[in-house]
Nanobody
């Protein structure tokens, strides 16, 4: 079974940093596209960062230059390094991936940025 488990969320001051982790089981991140999404109250879920099998990366304009997605194949973990955090980054952050069997979501981890 595929399982994605996010961790690393919490409360941080504006301008601070936080590192989120997404640990996968039952699927190899090295062979699949992995994305971070976030959803703030009253807003649609949006893609924040993406890393492809070929390790190309894409970011939402709102986080470009501040967030970095990375992958540790040995640990089968994808990270989202968030820096210079802003109150508008406050949201539940979700890990997402897909393979030939389907698509998968983690449970989400809350990130709260204090102004």
């Amino acid at each position: 079974q595929v399982r994605l488990v996010e961790s690393g969320g919490g409360l941080v001051q504006a301008g601070g940093s936080l590192r989120l982790s997404c640990l996968a089981s039952g699927i190899r991140f090295s062979e699949n596209l992995v994305e971070w999404f976030r959803q703030a109250p009253g807003k649609e879920r949006e893609m924040v960062a993406r890393i492809t099998r070929g390790s190309s990366r894409n970011y939402a304009n709102s986080v470009k230059g501040r967030f970095t997605i990375d992958r540790d194949n040995a640990e089968n973990t994808v990270y989202l390094q968030m820096k210079v955090l802003k109150p508008e980054d406050t949201a539940v952050y979700y890990c997402h991936t897909r393979d030939w069997r389907g698509e998968y979501w983690g449970q989400g981890t809350q990130v709260t940025v204090a102004s």
